[in-house]
């Protein structure tokens, strides 16, 4: 037998054994209470009207022997007491009198305040007791056993630890974004946009003839009075070369002739 069961075997002969006190002292605890209900009854009948007698009594020998001598040394006492001293003593208890009014109007508060935080702090306590206590009378009765309490605690102890786990998981994602986010600012801050060179504009003309897209004009150096290099009077001022049907020099005609027939013998 282990300590455990050795526990628990302890704690179910104890839970018998209250059980079994309890039950043999239910009857005894119910006369018990009942006896002594009515016993107060009477008590607190009988000494009320004796102490009501008492009072009375009390009051009329007060009244008869003793409030004529009271009365008759009071006024004794005034006149043995001197006028300025009279004063000053009137003067001291009324000053006594204002200082304790204040006193307690200042306390009052304060008491009401010190006994309600007292109670808001002890609250959770005394819930807590009133929990605990209302524990071990199920497990005393016999409601909850030794493995529900080792269960509920281990759930009680996973909760812990899936709490903190999440808490660090959040914890630790909130500083990578900071840290993220401290990065990005740096490296804006180290190379903006305004230090970076832009680069140079490409010209239409040179993206035009990247493309082969440009336009080809073709001008004549030399000024031979309307005439070309090979002495024709043609002229090529059209974008693909070609000239007027009236200007093309002989030659020129010839071959493109040639061309034409070559071109009908490769169709037929």
């Known amino acids: 037998m282990t300590r455990i069961d050795s526990v628990r075997h302890a704690a179910d002969v104890t839970k018998d054994s ?14 018990a209470k009942e006896n002594a209900v009515v016993y107060g009854r009477q008590a607190g009948t009988y000494a009320g009207t004796y102490g009501r007698q008492a009072g009375v009594l009390a009051r009329q020998q007060y ?26 003593v009137e003067t001291a ?4 009198r204002k200082g304790a009014r204040a006193a307690a109007e ?3 508060p304060k008491a009401a305040a010190a006994v309600a935080v007292t109670r808001l702090a002890a609250g959770p306590a005394r819930e807590e007791v009133v929990l605990r206590g209302s524990a071990a009378l199920h497990a005393l009765r016999g409601q909850v056993s030794a493995e529900d309490i080792d269960r509920l605690v281990r759930r009680r102890l ?4 899936a709490g903190r ?18 990065w990005k600012w740096w490296a804006r801050q180290s190379s903006p946009e305004w230090v970076v060179e832009p680069s140079e504009a490409t010209e239409v003309g040179d993206r035009a003839a990247m493309n082969g897209s ?3 004009t073709v001008v004549d150096p030399l000024d031979t009075g309307g005439q070309s290099v090979n002495g024709s009077s043609a002229k090529i001022d059209k974008v693909d070369g070609t000239a007027g049907a009236g200007d093309l020099d002989p030659e020129v005609e010839a071959k493109q002739a040639e061309a034409d027939r070559k071109r009908e013998k490769g169709d037929e």
């Open 63 to 88: 009244d008869a022997k003793l409030a004529a001598r009271v009365e008759q040394a009071r006024d004794q006492a005034r006149a043995a007491v001197p006028p300025k001293a009279a004063a000053a």
């Open 158 to 161: 996973r909760r812990q630890k």
């Open 93 to 96: 208890a009324r000053r006594t």
């Open 214 to 216: 440009a336009t080809l």
């Open 18 to 31: 209250v059980r079994h006190a309890a039950e043999v002292a239910a009857p005894y605890a119910s006369a």
């Open 106 to 108: 200042f306390a009052v």
């Open 165 to 182: 786990i999440a808490r660090d998981a959040v914890f630790a994602a909130a500083v990578a974004a900071a840290g993220i986010a401290v």
